[in-house]
């Protein structure tokens, strides 16, 4: 049984920063891609970073610049730093895990409970 556990969420003003962290467990963590994805009232889920099982990681444009995706395999955690944050990065993040790497959602078939991020 998969799972995905997101803390670190929480409201900031614009130009914070905020470090988002995922804990998995019940699976071979290391073999998969994981990812953070956000979704905004009214908007579709969209990826904002992935990792691949060797640490590879790619960013959304928006994200560049500003967010690092880090994994610690040995510890199956998955971390999002957030600096220079904007009122549009409002929204949920989501921890995600599947067998491919993307920001294609149906690559990932695991999925946290999201954490809300909330710039003023």
């Known amino acids: 049984h998969v799972q995905l556990v997101e803390s670190g969420g929480g409201s900031v003003q614009a130009g914070g920063s905020l470090i988002l962290s995922c804990v998995a467990s019940?699976?071979?963590?290391?073999?998969?891609?994981m990812g953070w994805f956000r979704q905004a009232p009214g908007k579709e889920r969209e990826g904002v970073a992935v990792a691949n099982s060797e640490g590879l990681a790619t960013y959304v444009d928006s994200a560049k610049g500003r967010f690092t995706i880090s994994r610690d395999n040995d510890n199956s955690r998955l971390s999002l730093q957030m600096n220079s944050l904007k009122p549009e990065d409002t929204a949920i993040y989501y921890c995600?895990?599947?067998?491919?790497?993307?920001?294609?959602?149906?690559?990932?078939?695991?999925w946290g409970q999201g954490t809300q991020v909330t710039v003023s």
């Open positions: 019940g699976y071979d963590y290391s073999d998969y891609c």
């Open positions: 995600a895990t599947g067998p491919a790497c993307g920001f294609n959602t149906r690559n990932f078939d695991s």
